[in-house]
């Protein structure tokens, strides 16, 4: 094996503060906990972590290239998470204040599908995420020579921060607004919380 215990640590401590950092997936955690229940939170959390697992494989396996030569992909993937993201800011803005009980707490499958895939499409669509993974895995391990077991271990890692600290997110996110039903600021509140989705979206639009 050849990444230590103390890359690995220090890999897994990165990620984890790199993960807490406030940003557009933070909010996509956020807000769908907070208007569809933590169900919706927790798909998006692992969907954001599968994003980064793609990363991963490409920076471990060396392809960088094939990420560039797949521009245009990874663009249309960039502009299609910020349409989604402005689409459901203005459902957030629109939208009567969301009851975490009953249909809206539970979510169909299909509605978990679509967290799912916000997660994953908004992680893909963020290009320079591919320069940091790049950039950060040859600080705690060879990347020319890691075995079958070190990919493992930095997927695990991978998983287990990133997923982690956006499912944190998500439950903290769903008791706050569980805990303001009937809150008179409650419909303000989620239209700022639109406008947040509305301006991550103009950001990642914008990313080159």
Known sequence: ??????GSLSLFLAMIALA?????????????????GV?????????IAMGDLVFVALAVVGLAAMAEAMGTFFTVLRYAAAA?????GISLIRSEPAALSGSAAAG????????????????????KAILFYAALFPVFVDLTAVTITD???????????????????????????????????????QRVAGGAMIAA???LALKS
């Open 151 to 189: 990919i493992a271990l930095i997927a695990a890692i991978t998983v287990i921060a990133v997923a982690g600290v956006k499912i944190g997110y998500a439950v903290t996110a769903a008791t706050i607004a569980k805990a303001s039903q009937g809150w008179p600021y409650r419909r303000a509140a």
């Open 20 to 36: 807490a950092l406030p940003s557009s997936s933070v909010a996509l955690v956020v807000v769908r906990s907070a208007t569809h």
């Open 84 to 88: 989604y993201l402005v689409w459901f």
């Open 108 to 127: 169909g499958p299909g509605g978990l599908w679509i967290s799912f895939a916000a997660g994953i499409g908004l992680t893909l669509g963020d290009v």
């Open 201 to 203: 979206a103009w950001a």
């Open 39 to 47: 169900r919706h939170g927790i798909a998006a959390s692992l969907g």
């Open 1 to 6: 094996m050849l990444i230590t215990f103390t």
